[in-house]
């Protein structure tokens, strides 16, 4: 299996466990119970059922998933074992805001709007680079930490051929993530009181 | 290549194969590139590459070619690949999801995508065939699927596919059908297509001898009334090559249920010139 086969797997199965982490509320079981759970969710997820694992199935629909997502997934199943939250909601509201805005400036273009196409700037354009180094410049003055490690594991990621796209963009966010992060920002304007002082306070 | 070799290989879930498209790399070896839909239909696929060193005796496992950011899926290929002065190989693709446009993706000695250039975009252009005349000039056809008047699209570029000339309507039908397009060696530039703007009930040839400004239809391979018709009468997804003997030969799809092969010589073109 290639380094990029193993990789790919390994991030469907880890957003596949934080998925169903969450979905059945795993911090509410008593602590062993949730290892237990979670043991058994990655034996089901990872080992093949016939040709294919759960994973390769998830692979096969989503492709191979940006670290925006894995950082994401691998922080909720953390929250979700341990019952201690990891990103910080400041962090986590400046990652979804950011990601929401490159989703926007990205798909709508690289599906065939105009001419443009912000995807082909991934290929190692000087303009994409000196944008992310600024951006992540920007995001550690602003001590916000969620930013740079998802910045850093993507350019370590994509300098140690882990992912099949020779794409920064595809290392970086994915529809997935982009989906959760306007997912998540909309919920938080929901619950925010009319005042308009509190912030979103769901954390992973 | 079958659909459970490549489930296995890819490592991923794969329902069906299509669009196989052949060609050789700046090596010699033959790559064919293929798509695979993992969910729902064409619209979902993905392309793929195998390669052989040996002519098709054996193959290497497929790979996955990356092209697009929304879950790499609407890439489709028809045309064939063309190779770049430096030795990379481009690919047309076109893209079905949403929209409907063409591409070219420039790929290294390893297969993978390491550059694209948009040639179309919107909703209405795809299966693009591009056709080099030198290492800096080549032009592009696509079949149109937009609005009347329905004609093949043509593009242009003049510096080795960095910049592509707006698509523009050419004077040739084009009933939301594929073509297919081939230069021949110190000769004219040849179109296949469907000679009418409703239907694929006429299959024709055409020629250019200015490289695509201005065209003849020279002969009509199907429609005429005292040919055999196929019980449904619709020729589509021509191909045309030329081998190294000179001769051309161009096949498609005959009633949606064979595929046709022809092949004349440059004695028989001469005499439709």
């Known amino acids: ?204 | 290549m079958t659909r459970e070799l490549a489930q296995r290989h890819l490592r991923r879930t794969v329902r069906k194969l299509g669009n196989p498209v052949v060609g050789r790399d700046s090596k010699g070896r033959l790559c064919l590139y293929f798509v695979s839909v993992s969910v729902g239909g064409w619209a979902g696929s993905a392309v793929n590459l195998v390669v052989s060193e040996d002519e098709g005796e054996t193959w290497s496992p497929p790979r996955r070619l990356i092209a697009s950011p929304f879950f790499n899926i609407g890439t489709l290929v028809k045309g064939a690949p063309l190779l770049f002065s430096g030795g990379a190989v481009g690919l047309p693709v076109y893209h079905e999801l949403l929209g409907k446009f063409g591409e070219l993706l420039r790929l290294d000695s390893a297969g993978g995508v390491v550059l694209k250039t948009r040639l179309s975009w919107g909703r209405s252009s795809l299966q693009p065939v591009i056709v080099p005349r030198s290492d800096r000039e080549a032009v592009g056809f696509m079949r149109y699927a937009g609005v009347s008047p329905n004609r093949i699209l043509i593009v242009r570029t003049a510096d080795g596919g960095v910049h592509w000339s707006p698509p523009a309507k050419t004077a040739l039908p084009n009933p939301n059908a594929a073509i297919g397009s081939a230069l021949l060696a110190d000769g004219p530039l040849l179109l296949v297509l469907n000679n009418a703007e409703e239907n694929r009930e006429d299959l024709s040839l055409a020629i250019s001898e200015d490289f695509g400004n201005s065209w003849r239809i020279a002969y009509r391979f199907e429609g005429d009334s005292g040919s055999p018709q196929a019980p449904v009468p619709e020729y589509s997804y021509p191909w045309i090559m030329q081998d190294r003997a000179g001769d051309v030969h161009v096949l498609y799809t005959w009633g949606r249920s064979r595929i046709k092969h022809l092949r004349f010589n440059r004695a028989w073109l001469e005499g439709r010139r």
């Open chain 1, 1 to 204: 299996m290639s380094a990029s086969d193993a990789f790919g797997l390994f991030g469907c199965g880890l957003a596949s466990l934080a998925a169903a982490a969450t979905v059945i509320r795993l911090r509410r079981l008593p602590v062993r119970a949730r290892y237990a759970v979670m043991l058994a969710a990655a034996l089901a997820v990872f080992v093949p059922i016939g040709e294919l694992s759960i994973a390769a199935w998830v692979r096969g629909v989503t492709g191979d998933l940006s670290t925006a997502t894995l950082v994401l997934a691998g922080a909720a199943c953390f929250t979700q074992v341990t019952g201690r939250a990891l990103i910080e909601p400041r962090d986590k509201r400046a990652l979804c805001g950011l990601l929401a805005l490159a989703a926007a400036f990205l798909y709508p273009f690289a599906l065939g709007w105009t001419q443009f196409d912000p995807y082909a700037l991934g290929f190692g354009s000087v303009e994409f680079i000196t944008a992310l180094l600024l951006i992540t410049l920007a995001a550690w003055a602003a001590r916000l930490n969620l930013i740079v490690l998802v910045v850093i594991v993507a350019g370590l990621a994509f300098l140690a051929g882990a992912y099949e796209s020779r794409n920064l963009w595809d290392t970086l966010i994915d529809p997935l993530v982009s989906f959760y992060a306007l997912a998540w920002l909309l919920a938080g304007v929901r619950r925010r009181p009319s005042n308009g002082l509190a912030c979103p306070t769901a954390s992973v």
